[in-house]
């Protein structure tokens, strides 16, 4: 029987490639169909493998949960999963997401104005950049109590230094040719600075944005491990797993995951409104 | 070397900020004490001071500020207290001690070192697939990025305790953890660096008729290796990170991360920013290695600065 089952997904498997294989190679491949359709194949079958051979092998549900059990588990518990969507991804990793990008935003325009602060800050904001910042969680959790306000705080830390060193960077863009031609129409720092040299920043803005876009949720997730009220992702997902509820787990991921791609579209939507000069947008 | 002293400039404002940031941070317990120790403080009573800020309260009590850098469980501890910490527990302590933190630095720095050698093997097989088949590319590749918008880290504790009950424990799950926080980064960075030949590089190829094989060792990989060292750069934080919080979920028993949570657990301040310091240098270490190796490297291929 398990055999059997084994060479079912096996054929699935060879059919399912054979077919993206046909459809990759084919004429039309270029086509948007196509090349949302080959991933969306891809997907779909890991999908059916993992129901066919989680139901048809026996395995544990303390080990891995069917899809549609899980997807059952999502839509029955969707007032639990918006309470936590809403304390961990808008009341945590989004007003510190704000609030970090605005902090760094300031401290750029200062760095950017002093020689020796660049010179000084740059450094260490690089240096602190590569850190495993999640590891002050726990000292921020123990300032700031165990509500949203300490897991926003984790994620202005995540978020500043990134998002520092890119806007930072984005401000180097403009040429001495551009920046002499400011000069020459008597333009004032700040008419240079919104009108030649911001919008040049912008691409790295961006990049800055969506690299902190992941960290934020991380931060905000990783930081209720540490202690959190009854609600939130990060507590939901460690109780669970202590209650062997793995399909609760399954449908927290679930949701960090649509929020995180959900987050992240969101930017790089705006982003493709603002640089549609770019070349990378063209 | 001009940067050296605007550098120095920045890390000693930093460490004045902290310390003059420990004297409001601690001030209220310190007061008490002074108070129980039958020093005379403003305002008397522990209840009227509750109400109080934490900044009038210092100013109107300066004799006590000595005492804000010498507690046993401040809320913010003192530069020097972290650092007489991260002495005792390195240099002074044997190293198979529990509370040493190089016992502890050791066990996060083997999960994170085999989950990297396996994330980036893999992620490097990965790239290479990607590269010569259409399909994979077609199916994958988009799989690979959108993962990147994840907060994969989520899944750790799950992985974790799924991995204990079937068995497997200790150095491995942390391990996994880590090779797959790396291994998508070394995906993406790769499979950018093996497209990185423009089309006249793989015309030339072609009019010397290489092979595709000879194209992929001869042009590909040479021109994929900037590209490379750029995301194991990525990985092998991401990796570290990956291990400290496969640490958390398992009870807290050993590892830095188990620092850092039982540490939150009993309120000893110091040890947390000792562990996290601890981190922090690990890091740095880590990142500065993989930077050696590639300068060393491209230089060696005649493409380093």
């Not at chain 1, 959790?141 to 705080?153: E, I, N, T």
């Not at chain 1, 333009?187 to 934020?216: C, D, E, H």
């Not at chain 2, 050791?106 to 070192?113: D, V």
Request: overall charge positive; charged content about 10%; hydrophobic content about 55%.
């Amino acid at each position: 029987m398990s055999l059997l089952i084994l060479i079912l997904a096996l054929l699935i498997w060879a059919g399912a490639w054979r077919l993206n294989v046909v459809i990759a190679n084919g004429r039309r491949a270029d086509t948007r169909a196509a090349q949302l359709g080959v991933p969306a194949i891809f997907g779909l079958t890991l999908l059916i493998l993992w129901e066919l051979i989680v139901r048809g092998l026996g395995i544990p549900l303390v080990i891995l949960p069917p899809p549609t059990m899980i997807a059952d588990r999502f839509m029955g518990s969707l007032p639990i999963l918006w309470a936590d969507f809403v304390q961990t991804v808008v009341k945590g990793a989004l007003s510190g997401y704000v609030i970090g990008c605005l902090a760094a935003f300031g401290t750029a325009i200062l760095v950017d104005r002093s020689d020796f602060l660049k010179r000084g800050l740059m450094p260490v904001g690089n240096f602190v950049a590569a850190l495993p910042i999640v590891g002050t969680a726990p000292i921020l959790v123990m300032w700031y109590g165990f509500d949203w306000q300490s897991k926003a705080a984790v994620v202005v830390v995540m978020v500043f230094f990134p998002m520092l060193v890119n806007i930072t960077a984005g401000l180097q863009e403009t040429t001495t040719m551009q920046r002499d031609q400011m000069k020459t129409w008597a333009a004032s720092y700040w008419q240079g600075f919104w009108k030649l040299r911001l919008p040049a920043a912008m691409p790295f803005v961006f990049n800055g944005l969506k690299i902190s876009s992941t960290l934020a949720l991380i931060g905000a997730i990783v930081a209720e491990f540490f202690g959190s009220p009854i609600v939130g992702m990060g507590f939901r997902i460690s109780t669970s797993v202590g209650q062997l509820a793995l399909d609760m787990v399954w449908a927290e991921i679930v949701v960090a995951a649509l929020a995180g791609s959900a987050f992240y579209g969101l930017i790089a939507l705006i982003e493709k409104k603002v640089t549609f000069w770019h070349p990378s947008q063209r | 070397m001009r940067a050296i002293f605007p550098v120095l400039t920045v890390v000693a404002v930093i460490v004045a900020l902290w310390y003059a940031a420990c004297v409001p941070m601690n001030i209220h317990f310190a007061v008490t004490q002074a108070e129980r120790a039958g020093q005379v403080v403003t305002p008397e009573g522990a209840r009227e001071r509750r109400e109080m800020g934490a900044i009038p309260l210092a100013l109107k009590n300066p004799s006590v500020w000595g005492d804000t850098f010498a507690q046993d469980k401040p809320r913010l501890p003192a530069p020097h207290q972290v650092a007489v910490e991260l002495w005792e527990t390195t240099v002074e302590k044997k190293v198979t001690s529990k509370r040493s933190l190089i016992f502890h630095g050791w066990i996060t720095l083997s999960a994170t070192l085999l989950g990297f050698a396996i994330g980036s093997v893999a992620g490097v097989l990965l790239a290479v697939g990607i590269v010569h088949s259409r399909a994979m590319d077609m199916s994958v590749m988009p799989w690979a990025i959108a993962s990147q918008t994840i907060p994969i880290l989520a899944i750790a504790p799950m992985i974790i305790v799924v991995l204990n009950s079937v068995g497997l424990q200790g150095l491995v799950p942390k391990a996994i953890i880590s090779a797959y926080l790396s291994f998508f980064p070394v995906v993406v960075g790769m499979v950018k660096g093996l497209r990185s030949p423009g089309a006249m590089q793989i015309d030339q190829m072609r009019t010397w008729s290489a092979s595709a094989n000879q194209t992929f060792w001869k042009l590909r990989m040479p021109a994929s290796v900037p590209y490379l060292f750029a995301s194991l750069k990525i990985g092998i934080a991401a990796s570290l990170v990956g291990a400290i919080v496969g640490e958390l979920p398992t009870g807290a028993v050993r590892g830095l991360g188990a620092r850092l949570l039982t540490g939150s657990y009993y309120g000893q301040t110091i040890q947390i920013w000792s562990a996290l310091f601890a981190t922090a240098i690990l890091a740095a270490a880590l990142v500065a290695i993989v930077a050696g190796l590639e300068r060393v490297t491209l230089k060696r291929m005649g493409v380093g600065r």
